[in-house]
């Protein structure tokens, strides 16, 4: 009997699948929309960043043009406006409290998740309905027990000892030590451990992470107060920058605007700093697991 003869086709013949685009050129809308979105947001930086460059006869025109007078205008703002001295107050201040929350924080949570005491979960649950309570509700409480209760207006104590509990730092070290395995308190507890001990020889080496992450975002906020500085600090010496920048607008009858973008400019690059020698711990910081 004969064999029907099967026709099987050539490698060469069959018909390779057509290579998909990748790369950039696939997502150029993607790339097109970052710039537009980064463009948006960086305008008004860009735009006080040419401003303290040019002259005060010229500022207040629509020339874009960067000009030369930036550490003119600085020198100006530097001396005669203080600006110098206002920095200094609020790395003081800042200091203060970033180093004081993260501390108060690191203890909180460690009583929270290692520590058993009645209504436990209760009192967490008061320390995060603080969240929701801005300081402008509390203003006029704050500034009665400040000024009238304790006599600490117009004291670096005024603007730092009410903001260095952190409902923030508490929740998120909480939720850090909660995922770091119970077989190491246990296996500390054993060894004799106490509680501080553990918190410096083992939870804080493996959250470094969460706390340059805390430490970013509190810096940030210690160093943009306005409202409060402005209500308890009377003294011109000890008032922080953001108010002293405040009132160069409309001193002595009128605003030298390159003099103050200029100093706007100098009071940005702390923050940044910040922001740049940390941005690993930021970044890792709210991630889960990260420090283990």
């Not at 203080?82 to 949570?109: D, E, P, Q, W």
């Not at 704050?142 to 952190?166: C, H």
């Not at 054993?190 to 340059?212: A, Q, R």
């Amino acid at each position: 009997m004969a064999r029907k003869a099967v026709s099987v086709p050539s490698p060469a013949a069959t018909t390779a699948p057509r290579p998909r685009s990748s790369g950039p050129a696939r997502h150029w809308w993607i790339h097109l929309i970052l710039i537009v979105a980064i463009v948006v947001v960086a305008s008004p930086l860009l735009f006080a960043l040419i401003k303290s460059t040019q002259a005060s006869d010229v500022v207040i025109g629509p020339s874009m043009l960067p000009g030369g007078h930036f550490f003119e205008n600085l020198a100006s703002v530097w001396s005669g406006a203080h600006l110098g001295r206002y920095m200094l107050n609020s790395f003081i201040v800042t200091i203060c409290v970033t180093s004081g929350k993260t501390i108060l924080s690191l203890l909180a949570a460690l009583a929270f998740v290692y520590f058993r005491f009645p209504l436990k979960n209760v009192a967490f649950a008061l320390v995060l309905f603080t969240l929701m309570l801005p300081t402008e509700l509390l203003i006029v409480a704050l500034f009665d027990l400040i000024s009238g209760t304790l006599k600490w207006a117009d004291n670096y104590a005024a603007i730092i000892v009410p903001f260095l509990a952190s409902a923030t730092g508490t929740f998120l070290f909480r939720q850090h030590f909660l995922n770091i395995p119970a077989s190491l308190s246990d296996a500390a507890r054993i060894d004799g451990c106490g509680p501080l001990t553990f918190l410096s020889k083992v939870l804080i080496p493996m959250s470094w992470n969460t706390i340059g992450a805390l430490a970013v975002i509190q810096f940030v906020a210690a160093w943009d107060q306005y409202l409060w500085p402005l209500v308890i600090m009377q003294s011109d010496d000890k008032q922080v920058v953001q108010v002293g920048l405040r009132r160069l607008i409309d001193a002595g009858g009128q605003t030298d605007w390159g003099a103050v973008m200029a100093g706007a400019m100098v009071t940005l690059i702390p923050p940044l700093l910040v922001f740049t020698l940390l941005q690993e711990q930021f970044s890792k910081g709210f991630a889960l697991g990260q420090d283990k």
